[in-house]
């Protein structure tokens, strides 16, 4: 042996030793099956990874054919041959497929079979190495599968249009919901720039370039507006655009989620609307509240003051310098009870006499009036359908509100304009802007030619005391008394204005329906009667101002006064004395003015009571009749109400 070697040249021994090593390191591979064919596919050697991989020992599988390693399905399609053909024609084979270990079981393999021939070109074998690639395949379906399911699901949402941009805004792919929503088809959309859903002024700033860089830079951009649709239409939409990166970090596109939320707005806008009317109704009434109890208070300051005033000026000597600066300070104190007057409209607590009326006709009756007071340069045109419904309101209260308005478009038309006054009849429904309760109106309308008001004007319109007339050219009170009227009459005024394109005011009144109720009755015009002297009266109120003046105005008709600061006392003084009449406030602490009636009416039944406030409303519940002087009242219309009520009980 020793010899046999030494015969060996040196290039033999190398090669013997380099074959030695390949083979050693091929049989120490366990990843991977390496084993050689012969040409007709019998196996001629097997290494560790093809023992672990397909379960054979070498003595097992050494000489079978390599065909065994592949499925019933396979070899019935001669798929082994074809893999020993391919490799000798081709000089390679590689595919994938399931190949069958020992036990029966299957696994996915990567297979790669060389052919091997000799020096002569002579095929000799092959050359086959296989890996198990099953994990991997496992996680490729896997993902596969994941990414089918994500693909079905984007594509069946039918609420989001959820679709991919290219980094340009091209459309890449679009799912149902985009269909649904947006109109357009995939046919008709990918392929094309996202920013035809944008409206022109959208593109005009250049939103979606802007939209698109965002997102870029901030990996995010979020935002709503108004997006169209295929048709035209528009369509209010929550978008969100997110960037989508490589790993590497470039960017590969956007993907863009947009969902149509216009009814939400729409409930959401209409919410807003209700919260505002809300909160401007509250304000009102706050505000009506305090301008009530400004007024009520101010009536009994002017009380004082006119009540003084007049029996002053029957007490002064006949001097003229001296009677003018006291009529003129009377005059002052009367403008001043007319503003009182207006602020209680506004409040809602004014004295009315509501009853049928043809509106038609009552703003005819006033044509030469209106024209009188608007002057020559303003025209007027009256615009009502036949038939109209007639309507229920106080006519004075009306007539003046009318005049208001028409005075308030003519100084809104600074060179003269056009007035038109036009009325029309409407059925109110459930949530009808205007707010009233449902059912039947007559609206009565002023419309002008005028400057108009901004929104913020128009809000403030008919807050008391608020002009945009300057100082000194208006009181403030002109719209909120109509305001006040209308919403007392169970109606309500509406102003619609824009700058320089005019205003329109509109009396909203419920149609004549049934009875009419009838909230106060007013005193008795004409003179009163002579024979009241010698009467005793008990005058009640809290106030010691007014409760002196009335008293000196009753002791100057000639009548026995005795005072009463409260209901309290009035009782007392009752009880004790004989009294031929009562006059009362009838907010006073502790006991009103009603409660006190109320007990005198049972202990005194037939005794004559007067009412005296300076607001409309009497609290229901009562039975009891009840004669009402208005507040601030003149010695004659004091007169005229003690002799209605003692000398014609019938009109008490």
């Known amino acids: 042996m020793q010899e046999s070697e030494a015969g060996k040249s040196g290039a033999e021994i190398s090669a013997q030793d380099e074959t030695a090593r390949y083979r050693i390191l091929v049989e120490a591979i366990t990843d991977y099956a390496i084993y050689m064919l012969d040409p007709a596919g019998a196996i001629t050697s097997w290494n560790a990874g093809a023992q672990r991989i397909k379960g054979y020992a070498p003595e097992e599988i050494i000489g079978q054919n390599f065909s065994r390693f592949y499925t019933e399905e396979d070899r019935a399609g001669g798929l082994p041959q074809q893999v020993l053909s391919t490799a000798a024609r081709e000089g390679k084979f590689e595919g994938e497929g399931w190949r069958v270990r020992k036990d029966g079981s299957r696994f996915w393999a990567h297979v790669v079979v060389d052919p091997i021939r000799n020096a002569a070109g002579e095929l000799t074998g092959y050359a086959k190495i296989t890996r198990d690639l099953t994990g991997q395949r496992e996680n490729q379906e896997a993902l596969r599968r994941s990414e089918e399911q994500f693909r079905i699901l984007v594509q069946g949402v039918a609420d989001y ?138 009536n009994n300051l002017l009380m004082a003051v006119l009540g003084s005033l007049e029996l002053l000026r029957k007490r002064l000597p006949d001097d003229p310098q001296q009677l003018r600066l006291l009529d003129n300070a009377i005059l002052g104190a009367k403008r001043g009870a007319i503003l009182t007057q207006r602020m209680l409209a506004f409040a809602r607590r004014q004295d009315l006499e509501v009853r049928p009326l043809d509106l038609a006709a009552l703003v005819r009756g006033m044509s030469d009036l209106l024209e009188r007071s608007l002057g020559r340069d303003v025209e007027i045109e009256m615009a009502f359908p036949p ?44 949530n009808h802007p205007s707010g009233l309760v449902t059912g039947d109106y007559v609206c009565l309308a002023v419309t002008d030619t005028g400057e108009g008001m901004d929104a913020d004007t128009l809000a403030r319109a008919t807050e008391p005391f608020f002009t945009t007339k300057g100082v000194g050219k208006g009181t403030g009170l002109g719209l909120s008394m109509v305001h006040g009227m209308a919403g007392q009459m169970g109606g309500r005024l509406i102003l619609k204005s824009n700058p320089g394109q005019g205003t329109t005011a509109e009396i909203w009144l419920p149609g004549m329906v049934g009875t009419v109720p009838v909230t106060g009755v007013r005193a008795e015009s004409g003179e009163p009667e002579p024979h009241i002297g010698g009467l005793k009266v008990l005058a009640v109120d809290d106030d010691r101002l007014v409760l002196f003046n009335t008293a000196a105005m009753l002791e100057d008709m000639g009548l026995s006064v005795m005072e009463a600061a409260s209901g309290e006392e009035a009782l007392e003084l009752l009880r004790q004395h004989r009294f031929d009449l009562v006059i009362t406030d009838q907010s006073m602490p502790r006991m009103t003015g009603m409660q006190l009636i109320e007990t005198i009416k049972t202990e005194w039944p037939d005794l004559p009571v007067i009412l005296a406030t300076g607001y409309a409303e009497i609290p229901g519940g009562t039975q009891i009749k009840i004669r009402k002087l208005s507040k601030p009242f003149t010695e004659k219309e004091l007169a005229q109400a003690v002799t209605a009520v003692c000398c014609q009980p019938s009109l008490i």
Not at 167 to 189: F, H, M, S
Not at 260 to 287: G, H, N, P, Y
Not at 407 to 430: L, P
Request: charged residues 25%; negative net charge; proline residues 2%.
């Open 161 to 298: 249009a959820v679709y991919m941009l290219s980094p340009q805004g091209i459309v890449t792919n679009w799912n149902l919901g985009a269909q649904r929503i947006k109109g357009y088809t995939p046919d008709e959309i990918v392929g094309r720039h996202f920013s035809q859903f944008y409206t022109e002024e959208d593109r005009a700033r250049d939103l979606p370039a802007k939209a698109l860089e965002t997102a870029a830079r901030e990996g995010r951009f979020e935002n709503e507006g108004w997006r169209l649709r295929k048709d035209g239409s528009r369509f209010w939409s929550h978008v969100v655009i997110d960037a989508i990166h490589a790993p590497d970090g470039g960017l590969l596109g956007f993907a863009k989620i947009t969902r149509d939320i216009t009814e939400r707005r729409a409930s959401q806008d209409s919410l807003d609307r209700a919260r505002e009317s809300l909160f401007q109704s509250q304000k009102m009434e706050a505000v009506g509240q305090l301008t009530g109890g400004v007024a009520h208070d101010f």
């Open 387 to 430: 038939d109209l419904a007639r309507i229920v309101a106080d006519q004075n209260q009306l007539e003046l509100a009318l005049l208001n308005l028409c005075v308030n478009a003519r100084d809104a038309m600074r060179t003269g304009g056009y007035i038109k006054i036009s009325a029309r009849e409407e059925h109110v429904g459930a």
